[in-house]
C-alpha cells in the first residue's frame, strides 16, 4: 500500500504540548498518582508512556511505575498481519491488581487494539480501574470503546491513515495525515 503525505497535524511542539495537558489530566482525574500505573501498548504507546510518566513525575514529584505491554497474541487478525507475526515481551515488573492502570497508546481508530490491550492486561491481574490515553483519536470505531485522555481529536476518512513518529523510535516528533494512493 503506497501512501501519500496529505498533511501534518502535530509537530514535535504541538506532542510536547499534548503530552503535557493529557499529563495534568491525569493527575487532576486520578487526584493524584496513589495507586497509578501506566502501561504502553508496543510499539509507540510504549514511549509516550514513558514521556507522560516523566511529565507526571515532574508536576507531582513522585515516579509512576511504567510498563509494556504486546498484544500481538491477542489480536482478532492475528492471522491476517502475517504467517509468523513478530512477538515482543510484556515488561509489566508490578503488580496491576488493584492499580489504577492507563492504558497509552499513539491512536484509536476502530478499538480493536484496545479491545486486545484489556485481554492481554486482564491476563495480568485485576486492576481497580482501567483507563485510556491515546495521542490521537481518529474515530471510526467498531467497538464501544473510548479513551479517557486525547492528545488531538482528527476526523478521518478511511481512505486515510494516521502515521505517529515518535522520536524514540522514528527519530522525529510528528503526526501526519497520509492518504492511500
Known amino acids: 500500500m503506497k501512501l501519500r503525505e496529505k498533511a501534518q497535524i502535530l509537530d514535535a511542539e504541538g506532542i510536547r504540548r499534548s503530552l503535557t495537558r493529557m499529563a495534568h489530566e491525569i493527575v487532576e482525574t486520578n487526584k493524584g498518582v496513589d495507586n497509578l500505573a501506566l502501561i504502553g501498548i508496543r510499539r509507540r504507546g510504549v514511549p509516550i508512556a514513558t514521556r507522560l510518566a516523566e511529565l507526571i513525575t515532574q508536576i507531582e514529584k513522585r515516579d509512576l511505575p511504567v510498563g509494556s505491554l ?11 498481519l502475517s504467517y ?3 512477538v515482543y515481551r510484556t515488561e509489566v515488573d508490578f503488580s496491576v491488581t488493584g492499580k489504577r492502570v492507563v492504558l497509552v497508546d499513539d491512536v484509536i481508530y476502530t478499538g480493536r ?3 486486545a490491550a484489556l485481554d492481554a492486561l486482564m491476563d495480568l491481574g485485576r486492576p481497580a480501574v ?8 481518529r474515530g471510526h470505531r467498531e467497538l464501544p470503546i473510548r479513551a479517557d485522555y486525547v492528545g488531538k481529536n482528527v476526523p478521518t476518512s478511511r481512505k486515510e491513515v494516521i502515521s505517529v513518529h515518535i522520536k524514540e523510535i522514528d527519530g522525529e516528533d ?8
Open 113 to 115: 487494539t484496545v479491545r
Open 70 to 80: 504486546d498484544i500481538t497474541l491477542y489480536r482478532d487478525d492475528l492471522t491476517q
Open 174 to 181: 510528528r503526526v501526519l495525515i497520509n492518504e492511500r494512493e
Open 130 to 137: 482501567i483507563e485510556l490515553a491515546v495521542l490521537v483519536d
Open 84 to 86: 509468523q507475526p513478530l
